[in-house]
């Protein structure tokens, strides 16, 4: 009987240890002082005016309103290497504004220009064909 109730309690224990992870900082976050509490992220919008890759990392710097950000990517660099350009407005989900970011965010990129994709089933105008 005692050997259960210990076990019992053991198990009550952690679940609200995990419950308490989970919900806690949301119920009581607003009631506590900041310095106990996390800050959220806060999002920062800028142009990518230079991309560098490496063997294993890619190298971005963002021009914002607060400054330039060097973000360093070490994980997808392939993927992200893809989809940012130089001349992409970049958004990213930061704690604070910091000059040096590793693996931060990406929240949305924007494209400089989309590029019009020609029709796969319309032939482009020969150059001695005139218009009407």
Do not use: C, W
Not at 53 to 82: N, P, W, Y
Request: charged share 25%; glycine share 6%; aromatic share 6%.
């Amino acid at each position: 009987m005692k050997l259960s109730l210990v076990f019992l309690i053991l198990l009550v224990g952690i679940a609200l240890g995990v419950i308490g992870t989970i919900f806690a900082p949301d119920v009581a976050g607003p009631f506590l002082h900041e310095a106990f509490g996390v800050k959220k992220a806060e999002t920062i919008e800028g142009e990518v005016v230079r991309k560098l890759r490496e063997d294993e990392r890619l190298l971005l710097t963002v021009q914002t309103s607060q400054g330039s950000v060097l973000a360093t990517f070490k994980k997808k660099v392939a993927e992200i290497d893809l989809l940012v350009q130089q001349g992409d407005t970049l958004t990213l989900a930061l704690s604070r504004y910091e000059p040096f970011v590793d693996e931060p965010a990406i929240v949305r990129v924007r494209k400089l220009e989309p590029t019009p994709r020609p029709k796969a089933n319309t032939q482009p105008p020969s150059p001695g064909a005139v218009a009407p």
